[in-house]
């Protein structure tokens, strides 16, 4: 292990790229998902891949909902024998990475993923819930699913997680993210503490913070989740990291993370 991916080199790493003003940052009409310093949340979810995540060095990375490459920069500073190669339904912000990351990281691909969505992509070619992801089987290592979850509907859902089943490796992980609906969840979001403001809906399945734009933001039962990733063949092996969205004390990121096993 070089002294850039042993624990005091990681972390030495992600303060670098957390305040690196020469790293590349997309122009402001690009941010169209997500908000919060763009280096510093890159930096904070590289540590989590290698420490929730089991990333290594080598590992061939998709990551699916890639926008305008916030985990890929932090990643051309961890990744050494590895590949990563990044897909997601906004074709200008996959052009802004291909024309400002690639020819410097000719490892780091990307291309775009022409699925309908009613705010990123209305006039997409490709039903979410018929999905078919353009890399081959058994081509991943580590699958990256940052605010993605938050997007779809449950159909869409168990139809990305048949196709991450796909394309991971035996061994291989997927790292995901969502609003996970649970006891303290809901008690949150009860007692108004949640951001998003989801309705206080006990028995609901699945909630979504705008009615006038449910694929905004959509929070998920727990189970339920679980449940659509184990009928794909993919494992949650050890409980979740759950976030602030909540308004938990002490969430380890802003949404709950999750790691999801092959084999």
Request: with cysteine.
């Amino acid at each position: 292990m070089s002294a850039r991916h042993d624990e005091a080199g990681l972390d030495a790493v992600a303060a670098s790229l957390a305040r690196n003003r020469f790293m590349p940052a997309p122009p402001p009409e690009l941010m169209l998902c997500g908000d919060g310093d763009f280096r510093a949340i890159g930096a904070e979810f590289l540590l989590h891949f290698v420490r929730r995540g089991g990333l290594v060095p080598a590992d061939r990375v998709l990551d699916i909902g890639c926008g305008v490459g916030r985990m890929a920069l932090p990643l051309t500073q961890y990744l050494d024998t590895g590949t990563y190669h990044g897909i997601d339904v906004i074709a200008p912000a996959i052009a802004w990475c291909g024309a400002t990351i690639t020819p410097a990281y000719p490892a780091f691909t990307f291309a775009h993923l022409d699925v309908a969505h009613p705010l990123y992509n209305p006039g997409g070619a490709m039903a979410a819930e018929g999905v078919v992801l353009p890399v081959a089987d058994a081509s991943a290592d580590f699958v990256v699913l940052v605010s993605v979850l938050t997007h779809l509907d449950e159909p869409a859902v168990g139809r990305y997680a048949r196709e991450i089943k796909r394309v991971l490796a035996p061994g291989g992980r997927c790292f995901a993210t969502a609003f996970l609906l649970n006891r303290p969840s809901r008690d949150g979001i009860a007692r108004g503490a949640a951001r998003p403001a989801f309705p206080d809906l006990p028995e609901a399945k699945v909630l979504h913070a705008d009615p006038e734009a449910p694929l905004a933001a959509v929070a998920f039962d727990e189970d339920l989740l679980l449940a659509r990733f184990l009928e794909a063949g993919l494992r949650r092996r050890r409980p979740a990291a759950y976030g602030a969205w909540s308004g938990r004390e002490h969430g380890v990121s802003f949404q709950d993370i999750c790691v999801f096993e092959h084999g």
